[in-house]
Each structure stands twice: as C-alpha cells, then as structure tokens.
C-alpha cells in the first residue's frame, strides 16, 4: 500500500506560471487537505476536501484552488504562480473530516521554488 | 481561537538522555491532541494521539505524552533518545467545526531536535 502519492518531488517555476500539484491516495479516505509548510510558520491548510465533489478554503487559500473529482486524486492548482507562493506542499488525507479527531496521513511532500 | 504553542524552537540533548517537549493548547472543548514527527525531507508521521480516558499517551517508537487539562499542556516525553530521534517534532489539536463541519488540525510551529553522540 503506497498511501499518499505526491507528484512533483520538487519543482522549479518561473514567476506567473500555472502549476499543478498532484496527490493520490489509496486508502479510501473521505477526506483530504493540503497544507503548505513554511520555515517557522509550521503548517498551515490552504484547501481542504470533505469528500468527492465538494471542497473548501483553509487558512491560506488565496492564488491556490483544488478539485475533487473522485475519491483518490486532489490537485492543488496555482493559476499564476508568485515568489511568496514558494514552499514545501504537503498533501494528507483522513476516513473523516467531521470529527476532527482521525488521523491525517501525509504524503511526502512536493518542494516548489518560484523565482 | 483555538491554537498551539510550542515554546521551544530547537533543543539538543544528548543520546541517552531523556527528552520533554512542550505543548501548551488553546481550545474551548475537550481537545484531541497529536504529536507528529517529522524526518528531513520527509512527510509528517503520527507518533500518538489523545482523544479521551487515559491521560498518559503511548505512542510508537518509545514516545508517550501525557494530557494535563488543568495546564492546557500535552508534552511529549522519551526516556531515553536515539540518534535517530533527531528530527522535528509538531504538535496539534483537532479541531472540531472550521467554517462549517470540517474538522482539520492546527498545528504549532515545531520543535527541532538535536541528538549529541
């Protein structure tokens, strides 16, 4: 079982370009977030999904946007990408959003640079 | 607003000795606490969770933590520390409700740990 796949490993981008992060679980999980992790900041959620087909802004959401089509996959889109935007990208997934309380697994992150 | 500190941003200690990491939280409910790890260039990885009963906590690789209400505090203790402990370590609370039924974690900013042979 390979839980949560990301794709890029890392990714050097130039300023304005469009960008997509991709995530695939195989676990089922009903819900799954993306959080950005920035030096002394920890992690924060950009966008999160509580089950196919629906989605919702984090704590950080702005320049990012995500989809959720089918239950495995959930890629994070920057539509223009900007310097502040660089980071390492960590996607996670839990059986269920509602509690609060499951457990998130976590992929093994993508680093971007955007110069 | 819920939130969690940890006060130390980077500790070193010296293989074999033993290891505390603070946690302190802010939430209004019963929380549901976790300590993750995190190896260089690695994702997270759950090493234990508090949900309710038993406040001392046993977590995987010789972790436990222990939940103290009164203090709003859930350190992560080692007994004795490896070499490979070394690592950063982020605690967090599950949050119940965010705009909605969502419920995702808040984390604080990390403890790095430094292992001394």
């Known amino acids: 079982i390979a839980g949560i796949t990301q794709a890029p490993t890392s990714q050097i981008l130039a300023a304005g370009r469009r960008m997509t992060l991709r995530c695939t679980q195989d676990?089922?999980?009903?819900?799954m977030y993306w959080y950005r992790q920035d030096l002394g900041l920890g992690l924060r959620l950009i966008h999160y999904s509580n089950t196919a087909g629906t989605t919702g802004k984090g704590e950080v959401p702005d320049g990012y946007s995500v989809s959720r089509a089918n239950t495995d996959d959930f890629p994070l889109t920057l539509a223009s990408a900007v310097p502040s935007q660089t980071s390492v990208y960590f996607c996670a997934s839990s059986d269920s959003s509602l509690a609060g309380g499951d457990t998130q697994y976590f992929g093994p992150g993508t680093r971007l640079t955007v110069l | 607003a819920q939130s969690v500190t940890q006060p130390d941003i980077h500790i070193t200690v010296s293989e074999g000795a033993s290891l505390e990491l603070r946690c302190n939280y802010s939430y209004g409910a019963t929380p549901y606490l976790f300590w993750y790890v995190q190896s260089p260039g690695q994702g997270l990885q759950l090493l234990l969770k508090y949900f309710s009963g038993d406040t001392l906590v046993q977590g995987i690789k010789g972790f436990e933590a222990e939940f103290k209400r009164s203090q709003s505090s859930f350190n992560l203790r080692k007994p004795s520390v490896h070499w490979s402990d070394a690592a950063e370590y982020f605690c967090a609370v599950g949050r119940m409700n965010y705009g909605g039924s969502q419920g995702n974690l808040i984390f604080g900013k990390g403890t790095k740990l430094s292992v001394k042979p």
């Open positions: 676990m089922r999980h009903n819900a």
